[in-house]
């Protein structure tokens, strides 16, 4: 088997894809329902790519393309980010306090969620959020693609906007004319839209919508890869949406449609390792809980700790080796670029080791009985 070779960063390099928590820059004119009453306290955040925000002010940690994004929505206690539509994967992940989303075309639906749940929600229907909890609370989100298309709000917020003298203007920028923007021509802003098209859109039944959810509660963590039987391995995965890098068979990601990456939540108790591996796409972490030391390239002379509410990008390519640090569990959300199944290619040395403990990857890529295999040894 000949390995292709592997790309090797400096210390400096892997410290330019880490943002820390201090370095989550927040913008509260982002969009246009920023003055509205009940929703002039929020905070969004883009962390990875281009994003979605109608200011220029925005900040971008990492603006690098990745085929998707990555930002947050901080909010008070009562604040609410209104109807709005999307043209890609726009999904919520809770990484604090208690929310409630509402989707159709008037808000007419909705679901409570708290920490640790995630809800992918369609394109082309309205959706709007609310803290409903009685503390501050954080929602990461990710949307497909590296061009969003940009943001759509409902009508009915685009009409009041006007009365605060803001407008959006054809290419998706805030027009705030009580900041001495020139008021804008007819045909020159993005229209409200029309009664007729408004009806015309999708409805999404709750039991529908609830297909699109991974609640905390529902997340089935297995075993996930090749080292699970070796020395302080056997960390485990649990699917959300997509095709991830487990190779445990049995995992079954609950979302499946386009979206552009894959999402699967990794726990690693107290001690443990994930072995080395190359991946051939991106790969971001968010760390929920918990600390976790990353290795980097072959001979994991570079490293960087990664504590909760931090993001990391890792490059295509990359030998990553992942350890828990301290006394607790870690948690670590994990996003892949492309809607294709990943192959983590693990290291020779650990595929060695597997067999020895009677573990193979079979010709599909999954965790297998060596033994059960018609060549005993392993793929590849
Ligand atoms: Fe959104």
């Not at 009685?134 to 009915?156: A, E, K, Q, R, S």
């Not at 990456?261 to 790969?283: C, H, I, N, R, Y």
């Amino acid at each position: 088997m000949t390995e292709s070779a592997t790309l090797e960063l400096t210390q400096k390099q892997a410290d330019a894809r880490h943002v820390k928590r201090s370095d989550y820059a927040s913008c509260t004119v982002a969009f246009i329902d920023c003055k509205k009453p009940g929703s002039h306290l929020k905070e969004n955040y883009s962390i990875i790519g281009p994003g979605v925000s109608s200011s220029n002010d925005q900040v971008v940690n990492l603006p690098e393309p990745h085929g998707f994004n990555v930002g947050a929505a901080a909010m008070p206690s009562g604040i609410t980010n209104n109807l709005h539509i999307h043209f890609t994967a726009e999904v919520f992940v809770v990484q604090k306090g208690s929310w409630t989303f509402r989707w159709g075309a008037h808000g007419e639906h909705s679901f409570e969620a708290s920490e640790g749940d995630v809800l992918s929600v369609p394109t082309w229907i309205f959706r709007g959020f609310t803290n409903t909890g009685t503390d501050d609370g954080w929602i990461f989100t990710m949307l497909g693609g590296d061009n969003t298309g940009g943001v759509v709000f409902h009508p009915d917020i685009m009409i009041e906007a006007a009365e605060y003298g803001l407008f959006i203007s054809k290419n998706n920028t805030l027009i705030d004319t009580s900041k001495g923007d020139p008021v804008p021509a007819e045909g020159e802003t993005i229209p409200p839209m029309p009664a007729e098209d408004l009806a015309a859109i999708r409805d999404i039944s709750p039991s529908e919508m609830t297909k699109r959810i991974v609640a905390e509660s529902d997340r089935d963590f297995r075993p996930a890869f090749i080292d699970a039987g070796l020395p302080n391995c056997g960390a485990e995965i649990a699917p959300i949406l997509g095709y991830g890098i487990s190779q445990n068979r049995d995992h079954n990601p609950r979302i499946t449609n386009p979206h552009t990456f894959s999402m699967e939540w990794l726990k690693m108790q107290a001690g443990q390792t994930v072995s080395p591996f190359v991946l051939d796409e991106k790969m971001v972490l968010i760390i929920r809980y918990g600390s976790v030391r990353l290795y980097l390239n072959e001979g994991s002379d570079v490293s960087v700790d990664l504590n909760a509410w931090e993001t990391y990008s890792i490059p295509a390519g990359v030998v990553r080796r992942f350890q828990c640090l301290g006394d607790d569990a870690v948690e670590v959300l994990i996003v892949v670029s492309g809607d294709h199944r990943k192959w983590p290619r693990f290291r020779p040395e650990v595929l060695d080791a597997a067999w020895k403990d009677g573990k193979a990857l079979d010709a599909g890529g999954f965790v297998a009985k060596a033994s059960l295999l018609p060549n005993y040894g392993w793929a590849g």
